[in-house]
């Protein structure tokens, strides 16, 4: 995050201000969201979207109907208030659910949103002597550029170097460069975690690398308590589900150190859309989050319904008061497996409990009426224990899924496509194979 004029500076601290004295803000701060949500309806109103909205008022807001999600990947450019070729970077989303979303970013939205995460954050990195290493792409999608911004706010020494970026970084860069800079901190994807974590358990190099880490900030992709709890055994390093939003949104919540995502209200005005409509979003509620954020300035976006069903609580024992966000997923999410709905949480959160699973994919035939699950063993792993490790996983999924695998296997590899991408992956399309011949077991 670069700050090159005197107005850049002023607007950012005036956006660290806000987001610190507001973090735990809730709609009874009155004064605080009308301000807000004037500036942004009045940047609404800018463009082609938005351009009948009326005067602005708090009644207006509340009449006024939600932003689909499939209406703005629609007619993306119809929400911009800049041209394409007017913000100082260009990103788009990564297509996981449809077509690409163009989204320019002017130096006012990078700065408001890297402001708004590095002071959720400040608790876990600042000040701990933290040396950060980033294994998140930073082409076209924007996540590694936020990590990279965070790190230069809070003052965190920091590398980035993406294992898939062809000619620059591979794992024997990344392993020399380790040994060097010695990092406590890694941003990075969960499959790409898995896939690292398999290639120095290969080498023979786990123990020697993993002293120096003591954070894993887990991004990009769901990630399970199970997958966390996994991980953070192999690293011997705390686990978090660091953060949660999108491309368009912008960063909607971020993780405490109980490993916890709570709502960034400073930055954002929040709701739930529910069978009565759209409510305030106390702690309680649940239904699919509805978002403006405060502080968006090429894309400002006003009811934006995130289509993914969430739930809100309160009473984290970090002692914030922000709520907190647990994220379901949409209810389009997860795809059929033998009759049944499944979506990713569902089942990672059966494929990591045993602690030892490197990866998996799920193999289909074109009806749909049979299904084999593989997973990738751990190095070293006790093979004589896999047959009890299936059975338990049958079980598990029998109960929790409603359906039953006609194999699980372990193997020793899985393709890469399984785990590399980071935040451009798509589980329907790297996780699942259609095979033209079922071969039985």
């Known amino acids: 995050m670069k700050i090159n004029s005197r107005s850049d500076l002023d607007f950012m601290e005036r956006i660290q201000q806000e987001v610190t004295a507001h973090r735990g803000a809730s709609r009874s701060d009155e004064t605080y969201y009308a301000a807000k949500l004037a ?151 969960p499959g790409v975690l898995l896939e690292f974590s398999q290639v120095i358990k290969r080498r023979g190099l786990l123990d020697r690398l993993r002293p120096s880490v003591e954070l894993l900030m887990l991004l990009g992709e769901v990630s399970t308590p199970e997958l966390r709890a996994m991980a953070g055994q192999w690293w011997n390093a705390r686990a978090y589900d660091a953060s949660y939003g999108s491309t368009e949104s912008g960063t909607l919540a971020a993780c405490c150190a109980q490993d916890r995502l709570h709502l960034l209200r400073g930055a954002n005005y929040f709701e739930i859309a529910d069978g009565d409509g759209i409510v305030p979003a106390d702690p309680g509620r649940e239904g699919r989050l509805v978002v403006t954020p405060l502080n968006n300035d090429a894309r400002p976006l006003l009811r934006l319904d995130m289509g993914d069903e969430v739930s809100l609580t309160d009473g984290c024992p970090c002692g914030a008061t922000a709520p907190v966000v647990t994220v379901h997923g949409r209810g389009s999410d997860g795809t059929e497996i033998k009759g049944s709905r499944v979506r990713t949480r569902d089942l990672e959160g059966i494929v990591y409990a045993n602690s030892d699973v490197m990866g998996y994919l799920i193999e289909v035939d074109q009806d749909g009426t049979w299904a084999r699950l593989l997973l990738e063993r751990d190095p070293g792993t006790d093979r004589e224990a896999e047959p009890a490790k299936n059975a338990l996983v049958q079980r598990h999924t029998d109960e929790r899924l409603g359906f039953r695998w006609d194999e699980v296997r372990f193997v020793n590899r899985l393709p890469v496509t399984t785990k590399s991408g980071g935040s451009q992956k798509s589980w329907k399309r790297s996780n699942f194979r259609v095979v033209d011949e079922v071969v039985p077991a």
């Open 39 to 189: 500036e942004v309806w009045h940047r609404a109103e800018q463009t082609p979207a938005y351009a009948s909205l009326g005067t602005f008022s708090p009644r207006a807001l509340l009449d006024l109907r939600a932003t689909s999600k499939d209406d703005l990947k629609a007619r993306p450019l119809d929400f911009l208030r800049v041209p394409v070729d007017a913000g100082l970077k260009y990103y788009q989303t990564t297509g996981t659910t449809g077509l690409p979303t163009p989204t320019p970013r002017t130096a006012q939205d990078m700065i408001a949103n890297t402001v708004s995460v590095a002071e959720a954050w400040r608790p876990l990195l600042a000040d701990g002597g933290h040396r950060a290493l980033i294994l998140l792409p930073s082409d076209i999608v924007p996540v590694a550029d936020l990590m990279v911004g965070v790190c230069e706010f809070l003052g965190v020494p920091h590398v980035k170097a993406y294992p898939y970026t062809t000619g620059i970084s591979d794992w024997d860069r990344i392993i020399g460069l380790w040994e060097v800079f010695r990092p406590t901190v890694l941003f990075v994807a």
